[in-house]
Protein backbone atom coordinates (compact mmCIF):
# COMPACT_ATOMS: atom_id res chain seq x y z
CA UNK A 1 0.00 0.00 0.00
CA UNK A 2 1.43 3.04 -1.03
CA UNK A 3 2.08 5.53 2.00
CA UNK A 4 0.42 9.03 2.93
CA UNK A 5 2.73 11.71 2.36
CA UNK A 6 1.90 15.11 3.53
CA UNK A 7 2.82 17.51 0.38
CA UNK A 8 3.46 20.75 2.32
CA UNK A 9 3.51 23.02 -0.59
CA UNK A 10 5.27 26.21 -0.65
CA UNK A 11 2.74 28.52 -2.45
CA UNK A 12 -1.24 30.42 -1.69
CA UNK A 13 -1.86 31.84 2.16
CA UNK A 14 -1.41 28.26 3.61
CA UNK A 15 2.27 27.31 2.07
CA UNK A 16 3.27 31.00 3.53
CA UNK A 17 2.83 29.93 7.04
CA UNK A 18 4.33 26.32 6.36
CA UNK A 19 7.45 27.34 4.71
CA UNK A 20 7.78 30.50 7.97
CA UNK A 21 7.72 27.44 10.48
CA UNK A 22 10.58 25.93 8.70
CA UNK A 23 12.76 28.99 8.10
CA UNK A 24 12.89 28.99 11.30
CA UNK A 25 13.94 25.83 11.20
CA UNK A 26 16.62 26.42 9.00
CA UNK A 27 17.81 29.70 10.55
CA UNK A 28 18.12 27.87 13.92
CA UNK A 29 19.98 25.24 12.66
CA UNK A 30 22.14 28.00 10.87
CA UNK A 31 22.72 29.92 13.99
CA UNK A 32 23.62 27.31 15.51
CA UNK A 33 26.26 24.62 13.55
CA UNK A 34 28.17 28.78 12.22
CA UNK A 35 31.75 27.70 13.07
CA UNK A 36 34.11 30.22 14.06
CA UNK A 37 36.12 30.62 11.68
CA UNK A 38 36.38 31.06 8.19
CA UNK A 39 36.58 27.34 6.52
CA UNK A 40 36.10 24.30 8.00
CA UNK A 41 39.07 22.55 9.61
CA UNK A 42 40.78 19.43 8.16
CA UNK A 43 40.64 20.23 4.46
CA UNK A 44 38.77 17.97 2.12
CA UNK A 45 39.07 14.73 4.06
CA UNK A 46 37.65 15.80 6.93
CA UNK A 47 34.94 17.48 4.79
CA UNK A 48 33.70 14.31 3.03
CA UNK A 49 34.10 12.21 6.33
CA UNK A 50 31.21 14.31 7.39
CA UNK A 51 29.13 13.48 4.96
CA UNK A 52 27.71 10.41 6.44
CA UNK A 53 24.13 10.62 5.60
CA UNK A 54 21.80 8.23 3.14
CA UNK A 55 20.38 10.67 1.06
CA UNK A 56 17.93 8.61 -0.16
CA UNK A 57 16.53 6.35 2.66
CA UNK A 58 13.56 3.77 2.61
CA UNK A 59 11.45 6.31 4.63
CA UNK A 60 12.12 10.27 4.95
CA UNK A 61 12.76 11.52 8.52
CA UNK A 62 10.09 14.33 7.46
CA UNK A 63 10.21 18.31 6.51
CA UNK A 64 11.96 19.89 9.98
CA UNK A 65 14.23 16.77 10.99
CA UNK A 66 15.86 16.68 7.05
CA UNK A 67 16.17 20.64 7.28
CA UNK A 68 17.54 20.88 10.40
CA UNK A 69 20.43 17.95 9.47
CA UNK A 70 21.18 18.91 6.00
CA UNK A 71 21.24 22.73 7.30
CA UNK A 72 23.60 22.11 9.57
CA UNK A 73 25.87 19.87 7.87
CA UNK A 74 26.09 22.38 5.32
CA UNK A 75 26.96 25.17 7.35
CA UNK A 76 29.80 23.32 9.67
CA UNK A 77 31.56 22.69 6.03
CA UNK A 78 31.19 25.20 3.70
CA UNK A 79 32.87 28.82 3.83
CA UNK A 80 32.02 31.85 5.27
CA UNK A 81 31.91 34.78 2.82
CA UNK A 82 31.10 36.85 5.29
CA UNK A 83 34.23 36.76 7.67
CA UNK A 84 36.86 39.18 6.23
CA UNK A 85 39.82 35.93 6.09
CA UNK A 86 37.66 34.25 3.41
CA UNK A 87 38.65 36.49 0.17
CA UNK A 88 40.11 34.23 -2.70
CA UNK A 89 37.61 34.45 -5.52
CA UNK A 90 34.75 36.66 -6.52
CA UNK A 91 32.56 35.10 -4.20
CA UNK A 92 31.08 37.67 -2.17
CA UNK A 93 28.50 37.43 0.74
CA UNK A 94 24.90 38.46 0.07
CA UNK A 95 23.00 41.09 1.34
CA UNK A 96 20.30 40.08 3.75
CA UNK A 97 17.33 42.05 1.47
CA UNK A 98 18.85 40.07 -1.71
CA UNK A 99 18.17 36.89 -0.04
CA UNK A 100 15.03 37.62 1.70
CA UNK A 101 13.98 38.35 -1.82
CA UNK A 102 15.25 35.31 -3.05
CA UNK A 103 13.07 33.11 -0.73
CA UNK A 104 10.23 34.80 -2.27
CA UNK A 105 10.99 34.19 -6.02
CA UNK A 106 11.51 30.71 -5.00
CA UNK A 107 8.48 30.19 -3.07
CA UNK A 108 6.28 31.92 -5.96
CA UNK A 109 8.55 29.88 -8.76
CA UNK A 110 7.76 31.98 -11.85
CA UNK A 111 9.28 30.36 -14.95
CA UNK A 112 10.24 33.16 -17.14
CA UNK A 113 10.26 31.47 -20.46
CA UNK A 114 6.64 32.77 -20.63
CA UNK A 115 4.61 35.84 -19.72
CA UNK A 116 1.24 33.17 -18.27
CA UNK A 117 3.89 31.39 -16.05
CA UNK A 118 5.30 34.65 -14.91
CA UNK A 119 3.26 37.56 -15.16
CA UNK A 120 4.65 40.73 -13.56
CA UNK A 121 7.45 39.11 -13.22
CA UNK A 122 8.08 39.71 -16.74
CA UNK A 123 7.80 42.98 -16.23
CA UNK A 124 9.45 43.15 -13.46
CA UNK A 125 12.35 42.12 -15.54
CA UNK A 126 11.64 43.83 -18.35
CA UNK A 127 11.30 47.39 -16.69
CA UNK A 128 15.13 46.50 -14.27
CA UNK A 129 16.77 45.22 -17.58
CA UNK A 130 15.37 48.92 -18.78
CA UNK A 131 17.50 50.07 -16.40
CA UNK A 132 20.22 48.33 -16.37
CA UNK A 133 20.55 49.19 -20.08
CA UNK A 134 20.78 52.54 -19.50
CA UNK A 135 22.72 52.81 -16.79
CA UNK A 136 25.93 51.14 -19.59
CA UNK A 137 24.49 52.84 -22.92
CA UNK A 138 23.19 55.79 -21.63
CA UNK A 139 22.29 57.58 -24.95
CA UNK A 140 21.70 54.53 -27.13
CA UNK A 141 18.70 52.36 -27.96
CA UNK A 142 20.50 49.75 -25.33
CA UNK A 143 19.26 46.61 -24.30
CA UNK A 144 19.52 43.76 -21.60
CA UNK A 145 18.95 40.41 -20.02
CA UNK A 146 19.54 38.40 -17.11
CA UNK A 147 22.54 35.68 -17.62
CA UNK A 148 23.70 33.34 -14.96
CA UNK A 149 26.30 35.07 -14.74
CA UNK A 150 29.76 36.26 -16.71
CA UNK A 151 30.57 33.30 -18.31
CA UNK A 152 26.84 33.11 -19.90
CA UNK A 153 26.81 36.62 -20.87
CA UNK A 154 30.76 36.31 -22.19
CA UNK A 155 29.14 33.28 -24.77
CA UNK A 156 25.87 35.50 -25.59
CA UNK A 157 28.51 38.38 -26.56
CA UNK A 158 30.91 36.74 -28.59
CA UNK A 159 27.16 34.82 -30.23
CA UNK A 160 26.24 38.18 -31.13
CA UNK A 161 29.28 38.99 -32.76
CA UNK A 162 28.96 36.23 -34.86
CA UNK A 163 25.66 36.63 -36.02
CA UNK A 164 26.29 40.23 -36.75
CA UNK A 165 29.17 39.04 -38.88
CA UNK A 166 27.11 36.66 -40.88
CA UNK A 167 26.83 33.45 -38.61
CA UNK A 168 29.33 30.27 -38.12
CA UNK A 169 30.41 30.95 -42.11
CA UNK A 170 31.91 34.34 -41.49
CA UNK A 171 33.92 32.91 -38.80
CA UNK A 172 34.69 35.87 -37.01
CA UNK A 173 37.92 35.76 -35.15
CA UNK A 174 38.24 36.15 -31.07
CA UNK A 175 40.55 38.39 -30.19
CA UNK A 176 41.07 38.61 -26.33
CA UNK A 177 44.37 39.43 -23.82
CA UNK A 178 46.14 37.30 -21.80
CA UNK A 179 44.47 38.29 -19.06
CA UNK A 180 40.92 37.21 -20.32
CA UNK A 181 38.80 35.15 -18.17
CA UNK A 182 39.08 31.15 -19.59
CA UNK A 183 35.09 31.54 -20.82
CA UNK A 184 36.36 33.15 -24.09
CA UNK A 185 38.39 30.55 -24.68
CA UNK A 186 35.48 28.01 -23.83
CA UNK A 187 32.98 30.26 -25.78
CA UNK A 188 34.80 30.14 -28.81
CA UNK A 189 34.91 26.44 -28.67
CA UNK A 190 31.27 25.76 -27.95
CA UNK A 191 30.01 28.74 -31.02
CA UNK A 192 32.58 26.79 -33.51
CA UNK A 193 34.92 30.03 -33.68
CA UNK A 194 38.66 29.87 -33.91
CA UNK A 195 40.46 29.61 -30.83
CA UNK A 196 41.17 33.50 -29.74
CA UNK A 197 44.44 35.30 -30.40
CA UNK A 198 46.12 36.40 -27.85
CA UNK A 199 47.19 39.55 -26.84
CA UNK A 200 50.13 40.92 -24.42
CA UNK A 201 49.96 42.70 -21.17
CA UNK A 202 52.01 44.94 -19.25
CA UNK A 203 51.02 45.25 -15.60
CA UNK A 204 48.25 43.19 -15.90
CA UNK A 205 46.53 45.09 -19.16
CA UNK A 206 46.01 44.80 -22.53
CA UNK A 207 48.69 45.55 -24.90
CA UNK A 208 46.76 48.27 -27.47
CA UNK A 209 49.94 48.37 -29.53
CA UNK A 210 50.10 44.09 -29.82
CA UNK A 211 46.35 44.73 -30.56
CA UNK A 212 46.79 46.44 -33.22
CA UNK A 213 49.46 44.59 -34.71
CA UNK A 214 47.25 41.15 -34.59
CA UNK A 215 44.80 43.54 -36.01
CA UNK A 216 46.17 44.42 -39.09
CA UNK A 217 47.35 40.63 -40.00
CA UNK A 218 43.72 39.68 -39.64
CA UNK A 219 41.22 38.48 -43.25
CA UNK A 220 38.18 37.99 -41.38
CA UNK A 221 35.56 40.21 -39.01
CA UNK A 222 37.18 40.42 -35.42
CA UNK A 223 35.52 40.33 -31.93
CA UNK A 224 37.30 42.21 -29.36
CA UNK A 225 37.20 41.46 -25.59
CA UNK A 226 38.33 43.84 -23.25
CA UNK A 227 38.23 42.85 -19.46
CA UNK A 228 37.30 45.34 -16.82
CA UNK A 229 38.45 43.60 -13.60
CA UNK A 230 40.31 40.58 -14.46
CA UNK A 231 40.26 37.56 -12.08
CA UNK A 232 43.47 37.94 -11.22
CA UNK A 233 44.68 41.31 -10.34
CA UNK A 234 41.47 42.84 -10.84
CA UNK A 235 43.21 45.33 -13.73
CA UNK A 236 41.08 47.34 -16.00
CA UNK A 237 41.92 47.18 -19.83
CA UNK A 238 42.08 50.39 -21.44
CA UNK A 239 38.56 50.22 -23.19
CA UNK A 240 38.35 53.70 -24.88
CA UNK A 241 41.54 53.28 -26.69
CA UNK A 242 41.02 49.91 -27.84
CA UNK A 243 38.03 50.87 -29.20
CA UNK A 244 39.94 53.85 -31.05
CA UNK A 245 42.60 50.36 -32.34
CA UNK A 246 39.88 48.53 -33.70
CA UNK A 247 36.89 50.59 -34.38
CA UNK A 248 34.93 47.97 -36.57
CA UNK A 249 34.99 45.11 -34.41
CA UNK A 250 32.52 43.63 -31.81
CA UNK A 251 33.38 45.29 -28.36
CA UNK A 252 32.89 43.18 -25.50
CA UNK A 253 33.67 44.42 -22.31
CA UNK A 254 33.68 41.69 -19.89
CA UNK A 255 32.45 43.68 -16.89
CA UNK A 256 31.62 40.63 -14.35
CA UNK A 257 33.65 42.37 -12.00
CA UNK A 258 34.71 46.07 -12.31
CA UNK A 259 31.40 46.71 -14.14
CA UNK A 260 29.67 47.57 -10.81
CA UNK A 261 32.33 51.14 -11.10
CA UNK A 262 29.54 52.00 -13.30
CA UNK A 263 27.43 52.60 -10.00
CA UNK A 264 29.65 55.35 -8.25
CA UNK A 265 30.34 58.86 -9.79
CA UNK A 266 34.02 58.34 -8.16
CA UNK A 267 34.78 55.04 -9.80
CA UNK A 268 33.14 54.94 -13.29
CA UNK A 269 36.01 56.38 -15.01
CA UNK A 270 37.80 53.54 -14.83
CA UNK A 271 35.46 52.13 -17.34
CA UNK A 272 36.44 55.19 -20.27
CA UNK A 273 34.86 54.47 -23.37
CA UNK A 274 32.56 51.42 -22.43
CA UNK A 275 29.65 53.40 -23.93
CA UNK A 276 31.00 52.76 -27.18
CA UNK A 277 31.41 49.36 -26.28
CA UNK A 278 28.67 46.81 -28.54
CA UNK A 279 28.13 44.58 -25.55
CA UNK A 280 29.06 44.33 -21.85
CA UNK A 281 28.49 41.86 -18.97
CA UNK A 282 28.07 42.58 -14.93
CA UNK A 283 27.85 40.40 -12.32
CA UNK A 284 25.77 41.54 -9.81
CA UNK A 285 26.79 38.87 -6.99
CA UNK A 286 29.98 40.08 -7.52
CA UNK A 287 29.83 43.74 -6.94
CA UNK A 288 26.11 43.87 -6.55
CA UNK A 289 26.10 41.56 -3.40
CA UNK A 290 22.90 39.17 -4.88
CA UNK A 291 22.79 35.27 -4.60
CA UNK A 292 24.16 33.55 -7.00
CA UNK A 293 22.83 33.96 -10.21
CA UNK A 294 22.50 37.48 -11.08
CA UNK A 295 24.37 38.61 -14.43
CA UNK A 296 23.85 40.88 -16.82
CA UNK A 297 24.27 41.05 -20.27
CA UNK A 298 23.47 44.64 -22.42
CA UNK A 299 24.43 45.32 -25.58
CA UNK A 300 24.56 48.74 -27.65
CA UNK A 301 21.48 48.05 -29.43
CA UNK A 302 18.29 45.72 -29.30
CA UNK A 303 18.86 42.24 -29.16
CA UNK A 304 17.23 40.13 -31.53
CA UNK A 305 19.51 37.08 -32.75
CA UNK A 306 18.00 34.90 -29.68
CA UNK A 307 14.63 34.88 -30.82
CA UNK A 308 13.17 31.66 -31.09
CA UNK A 309 9.94 30.04 -31.32
CA UNK A 310 7.72 27.28 -29.32
CA UNK A 311 4.38 27.40 -30.33
CA UNK A 312 3.11 26.22 -26.43
CA UNK A 313 5.56 28.89 -25.74
CA UNK A 314 5.18 32.00 -27.95
CA UNK A 315 2.40 30.87 -30.51
CA UNK A 316 2.04 33.81 -33.04
CA UNK A 317 -1.55 34.36 -32.48
CA UNK A 318 -0.93 35.18 -29.15
CA UNK A 319 2.11 37.24 -29.20
CA UNK A 320 -0.27 39.34 -32.22
CA UNK A 321 -2.95 39.13 -29.24
CA UNK A 322 -0.42 40.84 -27.01
CA UNK A 323 0.90 38.55 -25.01
CA UNK A 324 4.70 39.46 -24.27
CA UNK A 325 7.21 36.61 -26.06
CA UNK A 326 9.81 35.92 -23.31
CA UNK A 327 11.82 32.89 -25.23
CA UNK A 328 14.06 35.73 -26.90
CA UNK A 329 15.35 37.16 -23.63
CA UNK A 330 17.81 34.05 -23.22
CA UNK A 331 19.50 30.73 -24.24
CA UNK A 332 17.53 28.93 -21.72
CA UNK A 333 13.92 28.47 -21.12
CA UNK A 334 13.25 27.49 -17.15
CA UNK A 335 14.51 30.12 -15.49
CA UNK A 336 14.96 32.05 -12.04
CA UNK A 337 13.30 35.25 -11.58
CA UNK A 338 16.60 36.50 -10.26
CA UNK A 339 15.76 39.99 -11.59
CA UNK A 340 13.82 40.17 -8.47
CA UNK A 341 16.49 40.42 -5.98
CA UNK A 342 18.23 42.85 -8.16
CA UNK A 343 15.55 44.96 -8.28
CA UNK A 344 14.49 44.83 -4.49
CA UNK A 345 18.08 45.69 -3.95
CA UNK A 346 18.44 48.65 -6.04
CA UNK A 347 15.35 49.99 -4.83
CA UNK A 348 16.71 49.60 -1.06
CA UNK A 349 19.95 50.90 -2.03
CA UNK A 350 19.93 52.70 -5.03
CA UNK A 351 22.89 53.39 -7.69
CA UNK A 352 24.63 55.70 -4.96
CA UNK A 353 24.51 53.07 -2.49
CA UNK A 354 25.62 50.24 -4.21
CA UNK A 355 28.39 52.56 -5.57
CA UNK A 356 29.21 53.58 -2.01
CA UNK A 357 29.74 50.00 -1.19
CA UNK A 358 32.16 49.44 -4.20
CA UNK A 359 34.01 52.12 -3.33
CA UNK A 360 34.34 51.05 0.60
CA UNK A 361 35.68 47.53 -0.49
CA UNK A 362 37.95 49.30 -3.35
CA UNK A 363 39.30 51.90 -0.76
CA UNK A 364 39.92 48.49 2.19
CA UNK A 365 42.08 47.43 -0.34
CA UNK A 366 43.93 50.24 -1.02
CA UNK A 367 44.64 50.75 2.43
CA UNK A 368 45.62 46.79 3.11
CA UNK A 369 48.13 46.78 -0.36
CA UNK A 370 49.64 50.34 1.57
CA UNK A 371 50.25 48.03 5.21
CA UNK A 372 51.54 45.22 2.97
CA UNK A 373 53.98 47.88 1.02
CA UNK A 374 54.83 49.18 4.66
CA UNK A 375 55.76 45.53 5.59
CA UNK A 376 59.26 44.43 6.17
CA UNK A 377 58.59 40.77 5.23
CA UNK A 378 56.01 41.21 2.71
CA UNK A 379 55.93 41.94 -0.78
CA UNK A 380 52.98 43.80 -2.73
CA UNK A 381 52.56 42.99 -6.48
CA UNK A 382 51.02 46.26 -7.38
CA UNK A 383 48.34 48.88 -6.32
CA UNK A 384 45.23 47.51 -6.71
CA UNK A 385 42.71 48.88 -9.36
CA UNK A 386 39.58 47.63 -7.80
CA UNK A 387 39.63 45.48 -4.53
CA UNK A 388 42.08 42.40 -5.49
CA UNK A 389 45.53 42.75 -3.31
CA UNK A 390 48.51 40.46 -4.49
CA UNK A 391 51.26 39.96 -2.24
CA UNK A 392 53.58 37.16 -0.79
CA UNK A 393 56.19 36.83 2.20
CA UNK A 394 59.04 38.59 0.80
CA UNK A 395 62.22 36.25 -0.41
CA UNK A 396 59.77 32.99 -0.51
CA UNK A 397 59.60 30.59 -3.56
CA UNK A 398 56.26 29.64 -5.34
CA UNK A 399 56.08 26.45 -3.58
CA UNK A 400 56.84 27.80 0.16
CA UNK A 401 53.99 30.57 -1.18
CA UNK A 402 51.49 27.78 -1.99
CA UNK A 403 51.92 25.73 1.18
CA UNK A 404 51.17 29.06 3.14
CA UNK A 405 47.60 29.14 1.27
CA UNK A 406 47.29 25.28 1.34
CA UNK A 407 47.90 25.83 4.95
CA UNK A 408 45.80 27.90 5.91
CA UNK A 409 43.27 26.78 4.24
CA UNK A 410 43.31 23.17 5.80
CA UNK A 411 43.38 24.57 9.47
CA UNK A 412 40.33 26.50 8.71
CA UNK A 413 42.31 29.72 9.53
CA UNK A 414 41.76 31.84 6.23
CA UNK A 415 40.63 31.16 2.47
CA UNK A 416 43.17 33.36 0.33
CA UNK A 417 43.50 33.04 -3.16
CA UNK A 418 46.13 32.67 -5.35
CA UNK A 419 47.61 33.75 -8.91
CA UNK A 420 50.40 32.91 -10.97
CA UNK A 421 51.57 36.48 -12.45
CA UNK A 422 54.57 36.27 -15.05
CA UNK A 423 55.49 32.64 -13.31
CA UNK A 424 55.73 33.42 -10.19
CA UNK A 425 53.03 32.49 -7.36
CA UNK A 426 50.71 35.64 -5.18
CA UNK A 427 48.30 35.07 -2.81
CA UNK A 428 45.19 36.89 -3.09
CA UNK A 429 43.23 38.99 -1.54
CA UNK A 430 39.97 39.68 -3.24
CA UNK A 431 37.89 42.31 -1.03
CA UNK A 432 33.99 42.02 -1.08
CA UNK A 433 33.09 42.38 2.52
CA UNK A 434 31.62 46.37 2.84
CA UNK A 435 31.67 46.27 6.08
CA UNK A 436 35.32 44.92 6.90
CA UNK A 437 37.82 47.68 7.49
CA UNK A 438 41.87 46.94 6.59
CA UNK A 439 42.67 46.44 10.51
CA UNK A 440 40.66 43.14 10.01
CA UNK A 441 43.43 41.99 7.85
CA UNK A 442 46.13 43.03 10.46
CA UNK A 443 46.37 39.78 11.75
CA UNK A 444 46.27 37.57 8.33
CA UNK A 445 49.36 39.49 7.06
CA UNK A 446 51.04 38.89 10.45
CA UNK A 447 50.24 35.49 9.81
CA UNK A 448 51.41 35.19 6.07
CA UNK A 449 54.88 37.14 6.96
CA UNK A 450 55.52 34.74 9.80
CA UNK A 451 54.75 31.36 7.56
CA UNK A 452 57.90 32.71 5.54
CA UNK A 453 59.71 32.42 8.18
CA UNK A 454 58.73 29.03 9.45
Known amino acids: MRPSIDARLAGGRAGVQQVRELVTVALDAMADAAPDGPAPRGGPA ?40 CAAHLHGPPLAVAAAADLVGSILNPSMDSWDQ ?19 FPDEPADALITSGGTESNLLGLLLAREVNGGVNGAVQPI ?36 TELLAGLDRPAAVFAT ?3 TDT ?8 IRAAAPEAWLHVDGAYGGA ?103 VAGEVSDAVDAHPALELWGRPTLSTVLF ?18 EEGTAVLGRATIDGDVWLKLTLLRPNASAADYTGLLALVAGGARS
Request: aromatic letters at 4%; hydrophobic letters at 45%; glycine letters at 8%.
Open 46 to 85: AVAAAMDVDLLPEQGIGDAAALDRLARLLVAGSVDPTHPW
Open 118 to 136: APIASELERALTAVLARLC
Open 176 to 211: CGRNAHHSITRAAWLLGLPAPLLVDCADGRLRVDHL
Open 228 to 230: AGT
Open 234 to 241: GAVDPIAE
Open 261 to 363: ALFSDRLAPLLDGVARADSISLDLHKFGWQPIAAGVLATRRPLAALDTKADYLNAADDTDAGLPDLLGRSLRTSRRPDAFKIAVTLLALGRTGIGSLVEQCCD
Open 392 to 409: RPAGADDTHVAGIRRRLL
